[in-house]
């Protein structure tokens, strides 16, 4: 018998039932305030998971109660969200997002999951891979943004990295691919409200990340709190035990999100704490977090013959079964036995600020003087850095840092102050974040006189997006539209450029920014470095290389607005009333997914496309040529769409397919080549099974998802 077996053959009802239980412990700076009976029931060998504990000290500390005290010796599996980095905060997912880069997605992952190893945890909770097409949605911060195919690329990068190569190596995590499914459609972007979407849309756009978390190896799986087309996520047997566990072969971890067995009460579809224990069972939910429903409720469904003992012996086998493939049983205390170099601290910072720097997105930047507004001359002397985010190091870390460290984030003032250490860099915060106070605006608009250009810092804050954190107006909060007014007609009126830069955990509805601001920059929340990495972008030092992973609407109304929808037989015409349009907003998204600029001038040669005639096994390479026309280097990222033309079922007006990058110095030429397997041409056809459709299809290239920047050559599939 092997190890697993063997325990198991040894485990008493109560302790099998401890290893599908996770419950949580406070913790403080100094170390955990663990509730009292759980450490009775480490001991007691009815506690086998743990969640947020902080620290090498009391992990291990709880570690030993488990290993040396309980009759069995089982070592607990502990876990700990870490979202964006541990100690050292990266930029939020949304933002990494734009960073269109799998080297970086997987390298912030595994030094997140170096420094979490190092203090003694074994699991996270993340990657977050719901699509989210609603910025109302305040958990649209923690994910990919509005494109499947890119979410998937994203998950196994975020896999690879949480996991690395061994789940047994020291630095290594159990990844948790979360919340599963179809999240971000909650309704009106309400959180933990329902979501109502067809199966078609479930299929193409929320699995595949899935999916991809899955063919990466992930080990843990998360299912969502809402309510999927009348079935609450913890209990979705079609989608747990016939997609996941059935379809996809996934044997990993099934973890419920906090308290969520016991909120199927509240949902509606279990009458007391047993059964919703049942339900959530027998859809293949292996462990309880926070519910106490299963140690609770599983002796009484089993007495009452609701479920066997071999349904509960399969969850208890893949949990004890993680614990042996992380290594817990070989040496519980490996995680955590040493502690990180301040070297290796320092290395993370300035990746933290290199990725920081490249996720900031470049909205707009308007011919100022004669040149474009960014970056600021060198001549820069005097500045006015304004606005209530100016000098917020505690906002820059945005939303869930979690265990981040605990002193701030760099501020833009600050960033600003020590890359220009011979400049007058005056601030004043004008009006608070959020309110109706708008007594520090003219003081803060006076800064204007006498200054080379103004910075202006504007947004939400941190707290703004995240969990429960959803905004049915998601503008610009308090009276800031009103600093931004004041400052921009002072500017203006003196002849000096304003550059806005925005924080938020979502894109935001500002048209009338994007239009007045001689420069526009989404910033999101870019982590520890974020002041340096901006003030590096401000300053020339880096050529900003971001885009969006989200279109920004012109209007709330216009939510979801995003590039992937489909056709309709009444596409907009300017001269035909009866097209598909508003009376009063454009149907454009104000910048449209994949939009960034850089500090280059990028000009796209004709498309090259081999061969013409694509079968089902091929190939196909796509070539363009891009010049740099501009004055400065920088990265360019090319987008691949496609879009096919004709087939039984509609197609999004654009798919995206892939993505590549090219640096060129000014004045110079060079040829980016993508490549396509003919296999990622298949579609699901009207019973929602893959094919490959012969017929024509486009293949479009450009900087964004915006239709008219776009390179197109049709090609056929035969
Ligand atoms: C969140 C999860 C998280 C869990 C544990 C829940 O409220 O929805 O994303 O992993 O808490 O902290």
Known sequence: MNRVDTLMARMTLPEKLGQLTMTASGYTVTGPVIAGDSTQSIIDGTLGNLLNMVGAGPVHEMQKLA????????????????????????????????LFDERLWERTAREAAREGAAEGLAMTFAPMLDVSRDPRWGRTAEGPGEDPWLNGRIAAAKV???????????????????????????NAGREYAEVDISERSLHEVHLPGFAAAIRAGVATLMPAFHDLNGVPMTAHIPLMRDWLRGKMGFDGVIVSDYNAIAELIKHGVAADLTDAAVLALKAGVDIDMMSDAYRKGLPVALEQGRVTIEEIDASVRRVLLLKERLGLFDDPYRRGAKAE?????????????????????????????????????????????????????????????????????????????????????????????????????AAAVALCDGVDA??????????????????????????????????????????????????????????????RADALLAAWFLGREAGHAIADVLTGRVSPSGRTPMSWPRA????????????????????????????DVDNTPLFAFGHGLTYGRMRYGALQVEPQRLHAQGELQVSVTLHNDGVHEAEETAFL??????????????????????????????????????????????????????????????????????????????
């Not at 690879?160 to 909650?186: E, P």
């Not at 760099?410 to 601030?427: D, K, N, Y």
């Not at 590039?563 to 598909?580: C, K, N």
């Not at 087939?647 to 030429?669: C, F, I, Q």
């Open 160 to 186: 690879r990295g949480f996991q690395g190569t061994d789940l047994s190596a020291a630095d290594a995590m159990a990844a948790c691919a979360k919340h599963f499914v179809a999240y971000g459609c909650v």
């Open 341 to 441: 170099d301040a070297e290796i601290i320092s290395q993370r910072r300035a990746l933290s600020r290199e990725v920081a720097a490249k996720a900031l997105v470049l909205l707009t930047n308007k011919p100022a003087t004669g040149r474009d507004t960014l970056p600021l001359p060198a001549a820069t002397q005097r500045l006015a850095v304004i606005g209530p985010l100016a000098d917020a190091a505690t906002e820059m870390k945005g939303p869930w840092w979690g265990a981040g460290e605990h002193e701030p984030a760099v501020s833009v003032l600050a960033g600003l102050r020590e890359a220009l250490p011979g400049a007058t860099v005056h601030h004043a915060a004008g009006v608070a974040i959020d309110g109706a106070d708008e007594g520090g605006l």
């Open 641 to 718: 769409f496609v879009r096919r033309k004709v087939s039984r079922v509609t197609r999004p007006l654009l798919e995206l397919k892939g993505y590549g990058k090219l640096r060129l110095a000014p004045g110079e030429s060079g040829v980016l080549t993508l490549r396509l397997a003919a296999d990622e041409l298949r579609w699901l056809d009207e019973d929602l099974q893959p094919v490959f459709e012969t017929g024509e299809v486009e293949v479009c290239v450009g900087p964004s998802a915006e239709v008219t920047g776009l390179q197109r050559q049709t090609i056929e599939l035969s």
């Open 454 to 515: 103004v910075v202006l810092c504007l947004g939400e804050r941190a707290t703004m997006s995240g969990e429960a954190a959803s905004r049915a107006t998601p503008t610009l909060p308090g009276r800031q539209q009103a600093l931004a007014d004041a400052v921009i007609a002072r500017a203006r009126a003196l002849g000096i450029p304003v550059i806005a830069i925005l924080f938020s955990g979502r894109p935001l509805v500002v048209p009338e920014l994007a239009e």
């Open 67 to 98: 290993v040396e005290q309980s009759r069995l010796g089982i070592p607990l599996l502990i876990g700990l969200d870490i979202i964006h980095g541990h100690r050292t905060l990266f930029p939020i997912p949304l933002a990494e997002a734009g």
């Open 556 to 583: 709330t109304g216009q939510i979801p607005v995003f590039f992937g929808q489909r056709p309709t037989g009444r596409p907009i015409h300017a001269a035909d009333y009866y097209t598909s349009k508003y009376q």
